[in-house]
């Protein structure tokens, strides 16, 4: 069974930028679909960003053309790059991995992500 381990968390001003990162413990040619979900206390798991295996990216229309989704199959890695952060980008971001036959997702445990107005 692969797991997913998540690192950036951090405190940024709006405006600010952060990078996050997801390592596997196998090769990521193993999930179908990779991206990342966020989550504030009270709401339910909101989609962010998706990456095929094959490249192809996804953004829900509040990130578009802020943040950028990418990985690196010979690390094993994805990642999340932030940029113009703003206050409502507050959560807990988790990684995920949707496994190649399978509808069933792999989640991290999560990393913490503040951005101060």
């Known amino acids: 069974q692969v797991q997913l381990v998540e690192s950036g968390e951090g405190l940024v001003q709006a405006g600010g930028s952060l990078r996050l990162s997801c390592a596997a413990s196998a090769n990521i040619a193993s999930f179908n679909r990779m991206g990342w979900y966020r989550q504030t206390p009270g709401s339910q798991r909101e989609f962010v960003a998706s990456i095929t295996r094959f490249g192809t990216t996804a953004y829900t229309d509040s990130v578009k053309g802020r943040f950028t989704i990418s990985n690196d199959a010979a690390k094993n890695m994805v990642y999340l790059q932030m940029n113009s952060l703003k206050a409502s980008d507050t959560g807990v971001y988790y990684c995920?991995?949707?496994?190649?036959?399978?509808?069933?997702?792999?989640w991290g445990q999560g990393t913490q992500v503040t951005v101060s107005s």
């Open positions: 995920y991995g949707r496994p190649v036959g399978g509808d069933s997702y792999t």
